[in-house]
T-cell receptor
Framework: AQSVTQLGSHVSVSEGALVLLRCNYS??????LFWYVQYPNQGLQLLLK??????LVKGINGFEAEFKKSETSFHLTKPSAHMSDAAEYFC??????????FGKGTRLHILP | DAGVIQSPRHEVTEMGQEVTLRCKPI?????LFWYRQTMMRGLELLIY????????DSGMPEDRFSAKMPNASFSTLKIQPSEPRDSAVYFC?????????????FGEGSRLTVL
């Protein structure tokens, strides 16, 4: 069955530290991948997307993600966390049947 | 562009009442999605339309839920009768572009509380 797994429903990092949010997908066919961010009481906003061009994708707010086919992963990183990065982050995958599947989300907490 | 517009932003109703949520997608987008978000179940796809036609409604929880898209600029999600377990945030999203590559644009959601 097609699925998206985000490891860790909550992640805490100190301000200025590296942010790493993990996403793994199940697929035998390279999919299209997305990271979204949701701030409190708002809808989801696109951070970045992978559509089979460069494997390292840069997004907004200093985030980037690397597509690794051998590991079926699309982890999200940011070198230095900022307080404003506190939010919930969702990984999403589109398969060839056009079905979009979201992970369960990871809430990022930034410690002062 | 105004983005995806949803109404109402908040709705509080009593069990048994009919609830209608509304969505206006981004102009020119040809796919529209309804999601439900709860703490327990996360983000669930309820139904999606392509060119106003329902493509996949397998996520609709039960017959109490129905969705329509009478034209390219408007969709409704109706719950009748509503139950407390329907309390959630309901998101509408739209998409354009080539199939499989276009990202979703989300509205700000409708927070439903059923007492």
């Amino acid at each position: 069955a097609q699925s998206v797994t985000q490891l860790g429903s909550h992640v805490s990092v100190s301000e200025g530290a590296l942010v790493l949010l993990r996403c793994n997908y199940s697929s035998s066919v390279p999919p299209y991948l997305f990271w979204y961010v949701q701030y409190p009481n708002q809808g989801l906003q696109l951070l970045l997307k992978y559509t089979s061009a460069a494997t390292l994708v840069k997004g907004i707010n200093g985030f980037e993600a690397e597509f690794k086919k051998s590991e079926t992963s699309f982890h999200l990183t940011k070198p230095s966390a900022h307080m404003s990065d506190a939010a919930e982050y969702f990984c999403a995958v589109i398969y060839r049947d056009d079905k979009i599947i979201f992970g369960k989300g990871t809430r990022l907490h930034i410690l002062p | 562009d105004a983005g995806v517009i949803q109404s109402p932003r908040h709705e509080v109703t009593e069990m048994g009442q009919e609830v209608t949520l509304r969505c206006k997608p981004i102009s020119g987008h040809n796919s529209l999605f309804w999601y439900r978000q709860t703490m327990m179940r996360g983000l669930e796809l309820l139904i999606y339309f392509n060119n106003n036609v329902p493509i996949d409604d397998s996520g609709m929880p039960e017959d109490r839920f129905s969705a329509k898209m009478p034209n390219a600029s408007f969709s409704t999600l109706k719950i009748q009768p509503s139950e407390p377990r329907d309390s959630a945030v309901y998101f509408c999203a739209s998409r354009s572009g080539a199939q499989g590559t276009g990202e979703l644009f989300f509205g700000e959601g409708s927070r439903l509380t059923v007492l």
